[in-house]
């Protein structure tokens, strides 16, 4: 009975190890991806890694990549700015245009009820109006979520 609960706890250990271990590093460069966003697709992929404003960054380029049906109307969508990101072993830092300095992008180790505040990214003149803003949201649960063979932190919130 013994040599099963220590196995057990054994693989508990290292369901638990492992997803902390899965999110250590944001968009390796060779990494690339597409999202979709209201009107239209975009590919993204982490070109290099060099310095930018004194700190080691991936580069991440966004390409436009599908218009969507909205285009024979007008609405057409464009390449986006490149990101430069950074990561430590909790939070993932993008340049913010806005705030002329490195600000959250990703933060990994939230708990249910923290407030987590990080400031708004430019985007491409769509937000332009709100300045240097910050935004809040509480962190109401959080949760292991296995995509593909990994375990990741899946947390929701309430904004």
Known sequence: ???????????????????????????????EWHHTQ?????????LDEGM???????RIVQKAYTDSFHYHIGVRIQDRDTLYVYNNEDTVFVYNQIFSKFTPLYIFNVNAGDTITTPVLEANGSFTNLGDSTFSIVIDSVKMV???TTYLKQSLAIL
């Open 1 to 31: 009975m013994k040599p099963i609960i220590l196995c057990i706890c054994f693989l508990s250990l290292l369901i638990c190890y492992s997803p902390a271990k899965a999110q250590n590093t944001f968009a390796p460069v060779g990494a």
């Open 38 to 46: 209201r009107f239209g697709t975009f590919h993204e992929y982490v």
């Open 52 to 58: 930018y404003y004194g700190k080691r960054c991936r």
């Open 146 to 148: 296995l995509y593909d």
